[in-house]
């Protein structure tokens, strides 16, 4: 592919991404209520996802999307319910811990699994890959290499986006020292994690 079809598609992912969404907030809110040290798995599942929805988009796999809609309905709907799950977890998670005691993450797979419903359930990013992308690259002329070419250029935008929002809401973390200050930390995690569910919930 040409390098200004590849650099429109990193500047318009770059707007899309970058802006705050349902994604953007379930992973700060994680990151502020747990840390980053666990947040790698729901990262990989939030690329690994949006590289399905391009690859649907790059191979002409738009009526299959539309074909078994029930089923990404179905995964938007779990991925809401998990969400709601982890915001009621943030929001009565204790603020200290007694001695001796180790704090209990979920595991990788659950927050895999959550990643990618989040991601395969989100009409904002699947809106983006069926209706915009192409409007933006000629998907007929695309070959093997220009899907490789695409999904290059597509993880290098989203990671840099991605672990920027991580540093920044690992930052702000480091300053919520008090049991208050976390206890406030937990609840407006677990808002914005409610609010992420809501917004994706809400779309259609």
Do not use: C
Not at 35 to 41: A, E, T
Not at 139 to 147: I, K, M, P, R
Not at 175 to 199: C, H, T, V, W, Y
């Amino acid at each position: 592919m040409d390098i200004t079809s590849l650099l429109i598609f990193a500047g318009a992912l770059l707007v899309a991404a970058g802006s705050p969404g349902p994604s953007v907030a379930a992973l700060v809110a994680r990151v502020i209520s747990k840390g980053f040290r666990d947040v790698f798995p729901f990262l990989l599942a939030m690329w690994i996802g949006e590289g399905i929805w391009l690859s649907l988009a790059v191979f002409g796999l738009a009526v299959v999307a539309q074909t078994f809609h029930l089923a990404f309905v179905v995964v938007k709907w779990l991925g809401v319910v998990y969400l709601l799950y982890l915001a009621w977890k943030m929001w009565f998670a204790p603020v200290k811990l007694r001695d001796g005691e180790i704090p209990r993450e979920d595991s990788p797979i659950k927050l895999f699994i959550a990643g990618m419903a989040v991601t395969l359930g989100n009409p904002k990013i699947m809106m983006f890959y069926m209706a915009l992308l192409p409007t933006i690259v000629d998907l007929a002329a695309v070959t093997v290499v220009g899907w490789l070419e695409l999904t290059l250029t597509m993880a290098i935008v989203l990671i840099g986006i991605d672990i920027a929002w991580v540093f920044a809401a690992a930052q702000a973390r480091k300053f919520l020292k008090s049991e208050r200050a976390m206890r406030a930390a937990n609840r407006i995690s677990a808002g914005m994690m409610g609010g992420a569910a809501a917004a994706i919930a809400a779309r259609t």
